[in-house]
């Protein structure tokens, strides 16, 4: 019997049509390759980055607006305008203002978060009215304040003055608002009262012959509708804002010297004008 050779599982044909396969892959590759490296290196395309942002800038930290209200003291005269003397007293009127005001500034002190209080002049100095005024006004404050005593010829004349931003002007209904605040504090003390209420109003009259006619009108006998073009004291009629003039006692009566010219005086003042003043701008008081 002849031996005969296996037969081969996969058909001819499939094998032929492999090995074409195979020949044709690897042909397209070697052609691939060829033209690869006949052709010039391209870059590669650039990658497009997204246009820089304009990073916003850091938050800046704004200054927290000061809204306190502001209060100008004014110690009247100073420097070398002393003001009103007395044969009865060691202390011009200038060093008793500046004292009491002082006092003002203490009991004020614990309210700095509220209020901010401001001085028209530094100790011992002398400014005009028009600079104590326009100090006021450069700061934008929203209430004039200013200290003096009164003199007389007459040693009787005793007692307690204040004058307002007189009738007309923007200023004058906050300017008697506290003007009545104040008298009320006043009485307090036993200090006389001048007038019917203890409020004025200064008025300067230019007269024919140049010269100028000083009228303290009685707030009570005034109309309060009724406006004078004529001035009132320079530091009132140029401040600004609403604002009193205070005549605290007469420095030429023995009377008012012995019971206001003292440290207990002094305090008592400091107190009536500590105590308006928080009133006005409705602060609470501090013991």
């Known amino acids: ?94 060093e008793i203002c500046q004292t009491i005001m002082e006092r003002l500034l203490e009991l004020l002190q614990p309210h700095a978060a509220e209020l901010q209080v401001e001085v028209s002049r530094e100790a011992d100095t002398y400014a005009t009215t028009r600079q104590r005024a326009r100090a006021a006004r450069t700061l934008g404050a929203d209430f004039f304040l200013s200290l003096h005593l009164n003199a007389n010829e007459e040693p009787q004349a005793q007692g307690f003055q204040v004058y307002p931003v007189p009738p007309g002007r923007p200023q004058h209904a906050n300017s008697l608002r506290f003007a009545e605040i104040l008298v009320r504090q006043v009485k307090e003390t036993g200090v006389a009262i001048q007038g019917s209420n203890g409020i004025f109003y200064n008025y300067y009259h230019e007269m024919a012959n140049g010269n100028t006619w000083q009228q303290q009108q009685d707030s009570a006998e005034a109309d ?49 004008l500590y105590r308006s003043i928080c009133e006005y701008f409705e602060l609470e008081e501090k013991k």
């Open 1 to 94: 019997m002849q031996n005969k050779e296996p037969r081969s599982l996969i058909p001819n044909y499939v094998i032929h049509a492999l090995i074409a396969g195979i020949l044709f892959l690897l042909a397209a590759t070697i052609l691939g390759l060829l033209l690869f490296a006949k052709s010039p290196a391209e870059a590669p395309a650039p990658v497009q980055s997204a246009p820089p942002t304009a990073s916003a800038p850091a938050a800046e930290l704004e200054t927290p607006q000061d809204e306190r209200p502001i209060l100008m003291l004014d110690a009247g005269h100073g420097g070398r305008d002393p003001g009103a003397v007395s044969d009865y007293a060691e202390e011009t009127e200038a």
């Open 224 to 272: 309060p509708d009724e406006y004078s073009d004529s001035p009132t004291f320079g530091v009132l009629e140029n401040c600004g804002c609403p604002g009193v003039l205070v005549e605290q006692w007469f420095i030429s009566s023995i009377t008012d010297l012995r019971r206001f010219n003292n440290t207990n005086g002094y305090n008592a003042m400091a107190q009536c």
